[in-house]
């Protein structure tokens, strides 16, 4: 304890200390130069400003061939993102790397500070078992959803095992620690977070292989873990995958363009929110063909449509005699489409749609 007329300098000699700290921290954060973007040159990753001049580097394990993940995916994937993850007022920089260059590497999550310090890193280690077969990587990249509002969040990532089933949905907190959210017998190429009423929902989009469809799963995104709804004995039904259901699974129609596409089965590859509902497009054939479709808040697919480019791709097809019927007696058009949807209630129910009000084109 001080002696008597020691307190007041020593109390004064804190504040002086402490405000030196504050002053420091406030100088420090504002003469930080946040990365205008990033270059990977050989195994270093390069932060740099607007005008190219380097502001920090961060290079990655010796010996190991650096090559940035999900690229050769069917989705145009960014494999590097910042974004502040704990609400501090500075941004994380999130890097997905394949350490290896060859197919059974598997992917790595790395989390940079702002100042290119590793934080953490994020690969994952799955064992599933799908009709008796197990399945445990290497497990690739598909698409990541990081979202950038205010306050401390998490990053959802979509890994696939190899270029069969399964996908597996994770979410991974500010401080790396990760929990598995969704597993699918199919790929998975969008994800999105949606907010419909008072529930915040977890969208998970793509294609299911055992019905060869397009699927999109709606999952409780502050429930237990939960799997797509596949056939009991089926190859495609998860032997120990987690015992969590999804709020709502829907099989999207399969058009006949979608024969015709790069893919053997269509998938839907977007999710956008346009007011209260998500809007889902498909990919069904080459040149862009796509179906529309429309979620609503109350968890139902009560609308569709065919773009433009489906038509054009139509007619082409027609001209080559690879379709025998016109656009305008196009069966898509004239005869009820089905929607397959799956409820914990009521297990699967078909739910007609039409595409009647797609415009034709103008020739």
Not at 21 to 32: H, I, L, M, N, S
Not at 52 to 72: D, H, K, L, N, S
Not at 115 to 125: C, I, N, Q
Not at 238 to 255: I, K, M
């Amino acid at each position: 304890p001080p002696r008597r007329g020691q307190a007041r300098p020593i109390a004064l000699a804190l504040v002086a200390v402490l405000a030196a700290a504050g002053a420091w921290a406030v100088w420090t954060r504002a003469t930080e130069e946040a990365p205008a973007r990033f270059a990977l040159r050989g195994r270093t990753l390069e932060a740099l400003a607007a005008d190219g001049r380097v502001i920090w580097t961060y290079p990655f394990p010796r010996g190991a061939t650096i090559t940035i993940a999900g690229q050769e995916g069917p989705t145009s994937l960014q494999s590097i993102a910042a974004t502040d993850l704990d609400g501090d007022g500075r941004p994380e920089v999130l890097v997905f790397i394949r350490l290896g260059d060859d197919e059974g590497s598997g992917e790595t999550l790395y989390c940079l500070s702002a100042r290119g310090r590793l934080r953490w890193t994020y690969s994952p280690d799955w064992a599933f078992r799908f009709g008796g077969r197990t399945f445990t990587g290497p497990w690739t990249l598909l698409t990541w959803l990081v979202p950038q509002a205010a306050g401390r969040k998490d990053v959802w990532l979509a890994f696939r095992s190899g270029t069969r089933w399964p996908s597996v949905v994770t979410r991974v907190g500010p401080d790396g620690d990760a929990r598995t959210m969704f597993v699918q017998s199919g790929a998975i190429y969008a994800l999105r977070r949606w907010q419909a009423g008072p529930r915040t929902y977890l969208l998970a989009a793509g294609e299911n292989d055992e019905y060869a469809r397009p699927s999109l799963a709606v999952v409780d995104a502050d429930g237990p873990a939960a799997t797509s709804p596949q056939t009991p004995g089926s190859p495609y039904h998860c032997d120990d995958c987690p015992t969590g259901t999804v709020a709502r699974y829907f099989l999207l129609p399969r058009t006949e363009l979608a024969a015709f596409g790069t893919s053997p089965a269509a998938s839907v590859r977007e999710l956008i929110p346009v007011g209260l509902s998500i809007k889902l497009t498909t990919v069904e054939g080459p040149s862009g063909a796509s179906a529309i479709y429309r979620l609503g808040s109350d968890l139902r697919i009560d609308d569709g449509g065919l773009n433009d480019a489906y038509w054009e791709c139509h007619r082409r097809l027609e001209l080559d005699g690879r379709l025998t019927h016109t656009a305008a007696a196009c069966p898509e058009r004239l005869k009820p489409q089905i929607v397959r949807a799956w409820s914990p209630q009521d297990g699967w129910r078909d739910e007609p749609i039409s595409f009647a009000a797609s415009p034709l084109p103008h020739h």
